[in-house]
């Protein structure tokens, strides 16, 4: 079977386990979660677009469920 991608091993996957968090969501600019945001998009046929990292304050508000 070909290899259609590769997610590096992350330090990231670690803690939002102990968070009992989602990789994607609590460390969206991790290696790791990028790569698994590139692979969903080619599994469904779209093109995967990296955004600006965002802001410290954004990423708490997130975190504590404020949007």
Known sequence: LPVIAMIPEDDAVRRSIAMKQP???TF???PASRAI???AARM???DYRELEPEGLGSMV???L???
């Open 23 to 25: 990789l994607v969501y």
């Open 28 to 30: 969206p600019n991790a």
């Open 37 to 39: 945001k590139r692979l």
């Open 44 to 46: 469904i046929g779209e």
């Open 61 to 63: 508000l997130r975190f």
């Open 65 to 67: 469920g404020f949007y």
